[in-house]
Protein backbone atom coordinates (compact mmCIF):
# COMPACT_ATOMS: atom_id res chain seq x y z
CA UNK A 1 0.00 0.00 0.00
CA UNK A 2 1.38 3.27 -1.14
CA UNK A 3 1.76 6.04 1.22
CA UNK A 4 -0.83 7.93 -0.86
CA UNK A 5 -3.35 5.39 0.07
CA UNK A 6 -3.17 5.36 3.41
CA UNK A 7 -3.26 8.77 4.23
CA UNK A 8 -6.15 8.77 1.37
CA UNK A 9 -8.02 6.19 3.19
CA UNK A 10 -7.23 8.22 6.85
CA UNK A 11 -8.64 11.08 5.28
CA UNK A 12 -11.65 9.58 4.53
CA UNK A 13 -11.91 7.98 7.67
CA UNK A 14 -11.82 11.07 9.75
CA UNK A 15 -14.18 12.72 7.42
CA UNK A 16 -16.86 10.46 8.12
CA UNK A 17 -15.97 9.85 11.83
CA UNK A 18 -15.59 13.59 12.57
CA UNK A 19 -17.05 15.89 9.68
CA UNK A 20 -20.32 17.87 9.70
CA UNK A 21 -23.42 15.86 8.12
CA UNK A 22 -23.89 16.38 4.53
CA UNK A 23 -27.56 18.26 4.17
CA UNK A 24 -30.50 16.78 2.02
CA UNK A 25 -29.83 17.28 -1.52
CA UNK A 26 -33.09 17.03 -2.65
CA UNK A 27 -34.18 20.40 -1.50
CA UNK A 28 -37.10 19.49 1.53
CA UNK A 29 -36.88 20.61 4.68
CA UNK A 30 -35.52 18.75 7.37
CA UNK A 31 -38.46 16.96 9.24
CA UNK A 32 -38.15 18.37 12.69
CA UNK A 33 -38.70 21.87 11.05
CA UNK A 34 -41.96 20.99 9.23
CA UNK A 35 -44.34 20.97 12.21
CA UNK A 36 -42.70 24.69 13.20
CA UNK A 37 -43.68 25.89 10.08
CA UNK A 38 -46.92 24.84 10.40
CA UNK A 39 -47.61 26.56 13.22
CA UNK A 40 -46.13 29.71 12.30
CA UNK A 41 -48.09 29.69 9.06
CA UNK A 42 -51.44 28.72 10.91
CA UNK A 43 -52.06 32.30 12.79
CA UNK A 44 -55.35 33.78 11.59
CA UNK A 45 -54.77 36.23 9.04
CA UNK A 46 -57.40 38.54 11.28
CA UNK A 47 -55.92 38.83 14.21
CA UNK A 48 -53.06 41.52 13.47
CA UNK A 49 -56.40 43.68 12.89
CA UNK A 50 -58.18 42.67 15.52
CA UNK A 51 -55.34 43.20 17.92
CA UNK A 52 -54.60 46.70 16.21
CA UNK A 53 -58.71 47.49 16.43
CA UNK A 54 -58.32 46.15 20.57
CA UNK A 55 -55.43 48.71 20.99
CA UNK A 56 -57.03 51.95 19.67
CA UNK A 57 -60.06 51.36 21.15
CA UNK A 58 -58.32 51.83 24.63
CA UNK A 59 -55.94 54.51 23.61
CA UNK A 60 -59.28 57.01 22.06
CA UNK A 61 -61.53 56.32 24.70
CA UNK A 62 -61.43 59.58 26.10
CA UNK A 63 -61.84 60.94 22.66
CA UNK A 64 -64.79 58.54 21.94
CA UNK A 65 -66.38 59.50 25.33
CA UNK A 66 -65.87 63.58 24.27
CA UNK A 67 -67.34 62.71 20.89
CA UNK A 68 -70.51 60.84 22.57
CA UNK A 69 -71.24 63.78 24.89
CA UNK A 70 -70.95 66.30 22.15
CA UNK A 71 -73.21 64.00 20.46
CA UNK A 72 -75.90 64.16 23.43
CA UNK A 73 -75.57 67.98 24.46
CA UNK A 74 -74.85 69.59 21.24
CA UNK A 75 -77.72 70.35 18.51
CA UNK A 76 -75.71 70.91 15.78
CA UNK A 77 -74.32 67.64 16.25
CA UNK A 78 -76.68 65.26 17.33
CA UNK A 79 -76.68 63.66 14.02
CA UNK A 80 -73.53 62.32 14.83
CA UNK A 81 -74.41 58.56 16.43
CA UNK A 82 -75.80 58.06 12.59
CA UNK A 83 -72.03 58.58 11.49
CA UNK A 84 -70.40 55.86 12.40
CA UNK A 85 -73.01 53.56 11.54
CA UNK A 86 -72.66 55.10 7.80
CA UNK A 87 -69.42 54.25 7.80
CA UNK A 88 -69.50 50.41 8.85
CA UNK A 89 -72.24 50.03 6.63
CA UNK A 90 -70.25 50.77 3.86
CA UNK A 91 -67.16 49.06 5.20
CA UNK A 92 -69.52 46.01 5.76
CA UNK A 93 -70.65 45.91 2.15
CA UNK A 94 -66.93 46.19 1.11
CA UNK A 95 -65.71 43.19 3.15
CA UNK A 96 -64.89 40.82 0.81
CA UNK A 97 -62.01 43.61 -0.41
CA UNK A 98 -60.07 43.35 3.07
CA UNK A 99 -59.15 40.06 2.07
CA UNK A 100 -56.52 41.62 -0.67
CA UNK A 101 -53.43 41.91 1.88
CA UNK A 102 -50.67 44.07 -0.34
CA UNK A 103 -49.02 45.79 2.94
CA UNK A 104 -47.68 49.64 1.99
CA UNK A 105 -45.00 51.45 4.03
CA UNK A 106 -46.43 54.89 2.94
CA UNK A 107 -48.73 54.44 5.84
CA UNK A 108 -46.11 54.71 8.26
CA UNK A 109 -46.67 58.63 7.38
CA UNK A 110 -49.91 58.97 8.17
CA UNK A 111 -49.42 56.75 11.59
CA UNK A 112 -46.59 59.68 12.75
CA UNK A 113 -48.44 62.56 11.61
CA UNK A 114 -51.52 60.71 13.49
CA UNK A 115 -49.80 60.57 16.15
CA UNK A 116 -48.47 64.29 16.20
CA UNK A 117 -52.25 65.25 16.23
CA UNK A 118 -53.02 63.18 19.10
CA UNK A 119 -50.55 64.26 21.18
CA UNK A 120 -50.89 68.09 20.59
CA UNK A 121 -54.47 67.71 21.47
CA UNK A 122 -54.05 65.43 24.26
CA UNK A 123 -51.51 67.93 25.50
CA UNK A 124 -53.56 71.15 24.98
CA UNK A 125 -56.47 69.64 25.61
CA UNK A 126 -57.76 70.08 21.89
CA UNK A 127 -60.33 67.11 21.69
CA UNK A 128 -60.97 67.54 18.04
CA UNK A 129 -57.62 67.14 17.08
CA UNK A 130 -57.41 63.99 18.71
CA UNK A 131 -60.70 63.06 17.07
CA UNK A 132 -58.69 64.08 13.88
CA UNK A 133 -56.09 62.00 14.38
CA UNK A 134 -58.31 58.88 14.91
CA UNK A 135 -59.44 59.30 11.28
CA UNK A 136 -55.73 59.66 9.99
CA UNK A 137 -54.72 56.57 11.74
CA UNK A 138 -57.13 54.77 10.56
CA UNK A 139 -56.62 55.29 6.83
CA UNK A 140 -53.17 55.12 7.80
CA UNK A 141 -53.75 51.30 8.87
CA UNK A 142 -55.86 50.42 6.53
CA UNK A 143 -52.79 51.39 4.04
CA UNK A 144 -50.44 49.82 5.86
CA UNK A 145 -51.92 46.43 6.58
CA UNK A 146 -53.94 46.46 3.03
CA UNK A 147 -52.16 48.46 0.68
CA UNK A 148 -53.13 51.53 -1.39
CA UNK A 149 -55.79 50.01 -3.28
CA UNK A 150 -58.10 48.86 -0.57
CA UNK A 151 -57.25 52.35 1.36
CA UNK A 152 -58.57 53.97 -2.06
CA UNK A 153 -61.94 52.05 -1.81
CA UNK A 154 -62.60 52.63 2.11
CA UNK A 155 -61.09 56.50 1.86
CA UNK A 156 -65.24 57.60 1.77
CA UNK A 157 -66.06 55.49 4.45
CA UNK A 158 -63.09 56.44 6.92
CA UNK A 159 -63.20 60.10 5.52
CA UNK A 160 -66.96 60.18 6.17
CA UNK A 161 -66.35 60.18 9.85
CA UNK A 162 -65.10 63.96 9.82
CA UNK A 163 -68.88 64.72 9.80
CA UNK A 164 -69.03 63.10 13.29
CA UNK A 165 -66.37 65.80 14.98
CA UNK A 166 -67.47 69.00 16.31
CA UNK A 167 -64.63 71.90 15.15
CA UNK A 168 -63.92 74.93 17.04
CA UNK A 169 -64.94 77.02 14.35
CA UNK A 170 -68.69 76.18 14.96
CA UNK A 171 -69.56 79.57 17.12
CA UNK A 172 -68.11 81.71 14.65
CA UNK A 173 -70.03 80.25 11.95
CA UNK A 174 -73.24 79.50 13.88
CA UNK A 175 -73.43 83.92 14.73
CA UNK A 176 -72.37 84.39 10.78
CA UNK A 177 -75.39 82.00 9.95
CA UNK A 178 -78.00 83.85 12.60
CA UNK A 179 -77.68 87.01 11.04
CA UNK A 180 -78.03 86.16 7.44
CA UNK A 181 -81.34 84.14 8.29
CA UNK A 182 -82.95 87.20 10.08
CA UNK A 183 -81.97 89.98 7.67
CA UNK A 184 -83.04 87.56 4.56
CA UNK A 185 -85.91 86.30 5.95
CA UNK A 186 -86.33 89.92 7.00
CA UNK A 187 -85.61 90.74 3.30
CA UNK A 188 -88.48 88.13 2.26
CA UNK A 189 -91.16 89.11 4.13
CA UNK A 190 -91.23 93.00 3.53
CA UNK A 191 -90.87 91.51 -0.48
CA UNK A 192 -94.22 89.69 0.33
CA UNK A 193 -95.63 93.03 2.00
CA UNK A 194 -95.17 92.91 5.41
CA UNK A 195 -94.08 95.59 7.58
CA UNK A 196 -91.24 93.77 8.77
CA UNK A 197 -88.13 95.75 11.20
CA UNK A 198 -85.46 93.89 11.64
CA UNK A 199 -83.13 94.65 15.12
CA UNK A 200 -80.23 92.25 16.25
CA UNK A 201 -82.12 89.00 16.27
CA UNK A 202 -85.48 90.65 16.38
CA UNK A 203 -88.15 90.55 14.31
CA UNK A 204 -90.77 92.79 14.51
CA UNK A 205 -94.03 92.53 13.29
CA UNK A 206 -97.05 95.00 13.88
CA UNK A 207 -97.08 94.42 17.97
CA UNK A 208 -95.11 91.17 17.63
CA UNK A 209 -91.93 90.21 18.14
CA UNK A 210 -89.58 87.33 17.52
CA UNK A 211 -86.17 86.85 18.76
CA UNK A 212 -84.22 84.00 16.33
CA UNK A 213 -81.77 82.79 18.90
CA UNK A 214 -78.67 80.43 18.06
CA UNK A 215 -80.87 76.89 17.52
CA UNK A 216 -82.56 78.88 14.98
CA UNK A 217 -79.34 79.85 13.21
CA UNK A 218 -79.61 76.25 10.71
CA UNK A 219 -76.39 75.26 11.60
CA UNK A 220 -77.76 71.76 12.48
CA UNK A 221 -79.70 72.01 9.29
CA UNK A 222 -76.42 72.90 7.40
CA UNK A 223 -74.15 69.98 9.33
CA UNK A 224 -76.43 67.63 8.55
CA UNK A 225 -77.69 68.27 4.85
CA UNK A 226 -73.87 68.57 3.58
CA UNK A 227 -73.30 65.27 5.49
CA UNK A 228 -76.51 63.79 3.19
CA UNK A 229 -74.80 65.41 0.41
CA UNK A 230 -71.67 64.14 0.37
CA UNK A 231 -72.73 60.37 1.08
CA UNK A 232 -75.09 60.87 -1.78
CA UNK A 233 -72.65 62.09 -4.54
CA UNK A 234 -70.39 59.41 -3.53
CA UNK A 235 -73.45 56.55 -4.55
CA UNK A 236 -73.93 58.65 -7.78
CA UNK A 237 -72.13 58.31 -11.28
CA UNK A 238 -70.89 60.93 -13.69
CA UNK A 239 -68.14 63.34 -13.78
CA UNK A 240 -66.28 64.65 -11.02
CA UNK A 241 -67.25 68.21 -11.59
CA UNK A 242 -71.05 68.08 -11.74
CA UNK A 243 -70.40 65.52 -8.44
CA UNK A 244 -68.56 68.51 -7.04
CA UNK A 245 -70.72 71.06 -7.77
CA UNK A 246 -73.60 69.23 -6.26
CA UNK A 247 -72.12 68.76 -3.39
CA UNK A 248 -71.26 72.54 -3.19
CA UNK A 249 -74.80 72.97 -3.85
CA UNK A 250 -76.23 71.36 -0.51
CA UNK A 251 -74.44 74.58 1.44
CA UNK A 252 -76.85 77.72 0.27
CA UNK A 253 -80.28 75.19 -0.09
CA UNK A 254 -79.30 74.48 3.64
CA UNK A 255 -78.94 78.26 4.41
CA UNK A 256 -81.82 79.05 1.95
CA UNK A 257 -84.33 76.23 3.37
CA UNK A 258 -83.47 78.03 7.23
CA UNK A 259 -84.43 81.39 5.54
CA UNK A 260 -87.93 79.92 4.23
CA UNK A 261 -88.50 78.35 7.57
CA UNK A 262 -87.99 81.58 10.01
CA UNK A 263 -90.27 83.02 7.08
CA UNK A 264 -93.01 80.81 7.77
CA UNK A 265 -92.86 81.03 11.23
CA UNK A 266 -93.63 84.45 10.94
CA UNK A 267 -96.26 84.05 8.83
CA UNK A 268 -98.17 81.46 10.47
CA UNK A 269 -98.09 83.58 13.38
CA UNK A 270 -98.97 86.72 11.61
CA UNK A 271 -102.53 84.66 10.12
CA UNK A 272 -103.22 81.65 12.48
CA UNK A 273 -101.68 81.91 15.99
CA UNK A 274 -98.57 82.76 17.51
CA UNK A 275 -98.91 80.17 20.32
CA UNK A 276 -99.22 77.93 17.58
CA UNK A 277 -96.23 79.33 15.67
CA UNK A 278 -93.95 79.95 18.82
CA UNK A 279 -94.73 76.33 19.75
CA UNK A 280 -95.87 73.54 18.16
CA UNK A 281 -95.38 74.64 14.55
CA UNK A 282 -91.93 75.60 15.76
CA UNK A 283 -90.39 72.35 16.49
CA UNK A 284 -91.67 70.21 13.54
CA UNK A 285 -90.93 72.80 11.01
CA UNK A 286 -87.35 71.99 10.91
CA UNK A 287 -88.18 68.28 9.55
CA UNK A 288 -90.45 69.34 6.33
CA UNK A 289 -87.93 71.78 5.68
CA UNK A 290 -84.91 69.87 5.65
CA UNK A 291 -86.53 67.03 3.68
CA UNK A 292 -87.32 69.62 1.07
CA UNK A 293 -83.45 70.73 0.98
CA UNK A 294 -83.07 66.89 0.09
CA UNK A 295 -85.51 67.01 -2.53
CA UNK A 296 -83.90 69.90 -3.69
CA UNK A 297 -80.39 68.43 -3.71
CA UNK A 298 -82.10 65.36 -5.89
CA UNK A 299 -83.62 67.47 -8.59
CA UNK A 300 -80.45 69.04 -9.51
CA UNK A 301 -78.55 65.77 -9.48
CA UNK A 302 -81.55 64.42 -12.08
CA UNK A 303 -80.91 67.57 -13.97
CA UNK A 304 -77.30 67.13 -14.11
CA UNK A 305 -77.49 64.05 -15.64
CA UNK A 306 -76.30 61.71 -12.31
CA UNK A 307 -77.63 58.47 -11.61
CA UNK A 308 -77.15 56.23 -9.31
CA UNK A 309 -73.92 53.21 -9.02
CA UNK A 310 -73.18 50.74 -7.72
CA UNK A 311 -70.28 51.72 -5.48
CA UNK A 312 -70.81 49.55 -2.25
Given at each position: ?TPWGFLSKRDTSHSESYGPA?????????????????????????????????????????????????????????????????????????????????????????????????????????????????????????????????????????????????????????????????????????????????????????????????????????????????????????????????????????????ILRIASIVLVAHYYDMDFAA??????????????????????????????????
Open positions: MTPATDGSPPHADGPELKRKRSVPPWLAPLLVSAILALLYVPTFVWLVQSWLHNTSYSHGFLIPFVSGLIVWMKRKELKQTQPNDAGVIGLALGGVLYIVGFVWDMRYLSAVSFVVVLFSLVLSLYGAKVAKSMAFAIGFLVFMIPMPFIDDITFNLQSISIHSSGWLLKAMGMPITTAGSLISLDDTTFSIGLPCSGLNTLIALVAFAALYVYLLAGPSSKRVFLFLCSIPIAILANGFYHDISNLPVFLLAILVIALIGKILGLRFMARI
